[in-house]
């Protein structure tokens, strides 16, 4: 295998506390992602707390996954600029990640019945996770030279998987002990514990003597100016767009997954588990094996090639029959999950003005969190009017193709390896 190709996590991650303590907080709340989010306690909630027998549960569950991603939507570009005004970018991190971990510990109250209070804690929780993300993102440019951001990015994306896997097995023994309500406070210690070094190792906030309501109206001003500037370049705002129609047909993708397998294909529940570590695997596998050759090829590169396999995955899901392809579909998609999501994220720094990271991740996680929209409504509706989910399937590769034409069209994601400082500058010096 080519050196470009190297799996084994390098030295360089090992040796720097920044790096290794930034990944391990992907290690960390991957556990939330992998088990409250997508696996169990969904499951949990609509069939055992709500009661799912008309379709009630599922109605539950996407109403909290729709207000909370609507919020963090709402308020990520602002707290992103009053989080750069004000130097509270490491505090703003911290008081997300602890109503996340609050408020998961506290689902091993509810009780049968209890669909609001659950709805309540999963809206907090979720808000919390996905809030905290655009100070999570922010670090990175602090932490990694241009030359490595692409890579970094991409092991912790990948370490983010291995703590999905680990922490969806031991919640499985769990289970299968009878232990299901101590799953959910075994989730916020793991990520409580692997979150820590974060907050120890990560750099420090700037102590400024400015009140906090200052700070506020400041960093809302500064995050509009931010948004105009962002619509009035060419490249940033191309990218975005694209970004939004991409991960819209991957948001719609991971959303539907595993109804498509179990309505059309009839897999059971331990069947669906097992579809899901298999992707969190080919995911962790997609993400370290890609994380050298995004900064050689440069993420743009890396993008493309991710989109063209995301529209074999969409284009085979359209045809398949049998459960075992489908798994190798599902193995397709996981490699390339991992893939995109690391390169996206390093095309988008080269972006991002020094002291505005947390401004221009507060952006590009409106954006992201946007287009968990469109695409599933477009699902629904498709699945609803021909009576059948594979047309709905065939309609997301739409997305994926025109993100594939408007990425072609961006001047960008350059190689970070040779002299990609210069045409960063350049592209950040770029007149409205």
């Not at 100016?225 to 962002?230: E, G």
């Not at 294909?265 to 997609?286: K, P």
Request: proline share 4%; hydrophobic share 50%; aromatic share 14%.
């Amino acid at each position: 295998m080519s050196s470009l190709f190297r799996f084994p996590v390098p030295m360089y991650l090992l040796r720097n506390r920044h790096i290794l303590s930034w990944c391990l907080f992907d290690f960390a709340n991957s556990s939330y992602s992998a088990v409250i989010a997508s696996a169990i306690f969904p499951v949990y909630y609509a069939n055992i707390i709500v009661g799912n027998e008309q379709g009630m549960g599922d109605l539950w569950w996407g109403k909290a996954i729709s207000v909370s991603m609507m919020l963090v939507a709402i308020s990520s570009p602002f707290l992103g600029g009053i989080a750069d005004y004000a130097k509270m970018r490491k505090r703003f991190l911290a008081l997300y990640t602890a109503l996340c971990i609050s408020a998961t510990a506290l689902l091993y109250f509810l009780k049968p019945g209890m669909a609001i209070e659950g709805l309540i804690l999963i809206i907090c929780a979720n808000i919390g996770l996905e809030g905290g993300l655009v100070f999570y993102n922010a670090f990175l440019p602090d932490i990694a030279h241009t030359t490595h951001q692409g890579r970094v990015s991409a092991w912790g994306y990948g370490i983010g998987y291995l703590g999905s896997i680990i922490s969806l097995l031991l919640g499985l023994l769990l289970i299968r002990s009878g232990y299901i309500c101590m799953t959910w406070p075994f989730v916020a210690l793991f990520f409580g514990l692997f979150s820590l070094p974060a907050f120890l190792f990560l750099p420090h906030d700037i102590q400024e003597k400015t009140s906090i309501a200052r700070a506020a109206s400041t960093g809302l001003v500064h995050t509009l100016t931010t948004l105009k500037k962002i619509w009035c370049r060419k490249e940033q705002r191309r990218f975005l767009i694209a970004y939004l129609l991409y991960e819209d047909g991957i948001n719609t993708v991971i959303v539907f997954a595993s109804i498509f397998a179990a309505t059309t294909l009839r897999f059971t529940h331990e069947a669906l588990i097992g579809l899901y570590l298999v992707v969190q695997c080919t995911a962790f596998v997609g993400a370290f094996l890609m994380a050298k050759p995004t900064d050689y090829w440069g993420p743009k590169k890396v993008v493309m090639v991710s989109l063209s396999l995301w529209t074999v995955v969409t284009g085979a899901t359209y045809v398949v029959q049998s459960q075992s392809h489908f798994f190798i579909i599902a193995s397709l998609a996981g490699f390339g999950l991992g893939t995109i999501q690391a390169a996206s994220r390093a095309f988008y720094t080269q972006f991002i003005p020094i002291d505005q990271t947390s401004e221009y991740f507060g952006v590009y996680t409106f954006v992201g969190k946007s287009s968990a929209i469109f695409g599933p409504l477009l699902f629904g509706f498709l699945s609803s009017l021909m009576g059948s989910q594979r047309p709905a399937v065939l309609s997301v590769t739409l997305f994926f193709l025109l993100g594939f034409i408007l990425i072609i069209k961006v001047r960008g994601g350059f190689p970070n390896v040779q002299s990609s400082m210069e045409q960063g500058i350049s592209m950040r010096r770029e007149s409205p």
